[in-house]
């Protein structure tokens, strides 16, 4: 991203109508940048959750529950 975004951080349950307008009013290049983040923190979790599922069950089962999850 060449310029920094305005984002304002709100604590609480999340106003699904401001985020949209909020989304709505960015430019593409900051939307593309975002699913980018957005992306690589789910396939984050997604890698812990399978290192710690292995780690406390071992790979069989780890591999079992992900092949379950991802069908």
């Known amino acids: 991203m060449n310029e920094a975004a305005e984002l304002t951080s709100r604590a609480g349950k999340v106003d699904w109508d401001l985020l949209r307008r909020e989304l709505m009013g960015m430019p593409k290049e900051t939307l593309v940048e975002l ?20 780690a406390e069950s071992g790979f069989e089962t780890a591999a079992k529950l992900d092949a379950q999850i991802w069908r």
């Open 35 to 54: 699913v980018n983040v957005w992306l690589k923190t789910y396939w984050s979790l997604q890698n812990y959750w399978m290192v710690f599922t292995e």
